[in-house]
T-cell receptor, first 112, second 112 residues
Framework: KAGVTQTPRYLIKTRGQQVTLSCSPI?????VSWYQQTPGQGLQFLFE???????NKGNFPGRFSGRQFSNSRSEMNVSTLELGDSALYLC???????????FGPGTRLTVL | GENVEQHPSTLSVQEGDSAVIKCTYS??????FPWYKQELGKGPQLIID?????GEKKDQRIAVTLNKTAKHFSLHITETQPEDSAVYFC???????????FGPGTRLSVLP
């Protein structure tokens, strides 16, 4: 079974731009969660989508948004990028009625 | 909300020795406790997990113990090898993993 895939793997943007990251979960998994990982803050939960609906949301500003499609693929968008948004963005998928989250390799975003 | 603490933040051991990483959680509703290993440039990989109805779980050189009363759980790695060098994260969640909270991580170095 293929794992969680994320595209692109690396991205360089400048302040004020916006960015869209993509995540394809493991086949059959309907829950997708997004995390921001930075050296100073560790792994911080952004939001979770299940069956195209946002089910949970972390404590991030409205510039961070996401969506999920009918095939369970998910995208997250960050608008008006700030230097502090530089981070590794991780996506994790989860099978229905299970606890375990499986992570993708992440997208490394650098904001200049 | 849930808060997960993890100690130590860095750990160096000689090859062949054991390593122990400890985590504490605050929310007694948490019932699922996974451990992830993250190597450089990769996403976190699940290595072992335990649920609140179990006190201990082993998988070859890796074991996890859970003390619900004290609200802490530990990762034990025996006969460490250089390839065990990585960052290890603990996490706590409930309600089928909808509310994952991660510890800050432990950087383990296994010296040959």
């Amino acid at each position: 079974k293929a794992g969680v895939t994320q595209t692109p793997r690396y991205l360089i943007k400048t302040r004020g731009q916006q960015v869209t990251l993509s995540c394809s979960p493991i086949s059959g998994h309907r829950s997708v969660s997004w995390y921001q990982q930075t050296p100073g803050q560790g792994l911080q939960f952004l939001f979770e989508y299940f069956s195209e609906t946002q089910r949970n949301k972390g404590n991030f500003p409205g510039r961070f948004s996401g969506r999920q499609f009918s095939n369970s693929r998910s995208e997250m968008n960050v608008s008006t990028l700030e230097l502090g948004d530089s981070a590794l963005y991780l996506c994790a998928s989860q099978a229905p009625s299970t606890d375990t989250q499986y992570f993708g390799p992440g997208t490394r975003l650098t904001v200049l | 909300g849930e808060n997960v603490e993890q100690h130590p933040s860095t750990l160096s051991v000689q090859e062949g020795d054991s390593a122990v990483i400890k985590c504490t959680y605050s929310d007694s509703a948490s019932n699922y406790f996974p451990w992830y290993k993250q190597e450089l440039g990769k996403g976190p990989q699940l290595i072992i997990d335990i649920r609140s109805n179990v006190g201990e779980k082993k998988d070859q050189r890796i074991a996890v113990t859970l003390n619900k009363t004290a609200k802490h759980f530990s990762l034990h790695i025996t006969e460490t090898q250089p390839e065990d060098s990585a960052v290890y994260f603990c996490a706590a969640s409930y309600n089928y993993g909808q509310n994952f909270v991660f510890g800050p991580g432990t950087r383990l170095s296994v010296l040959p």
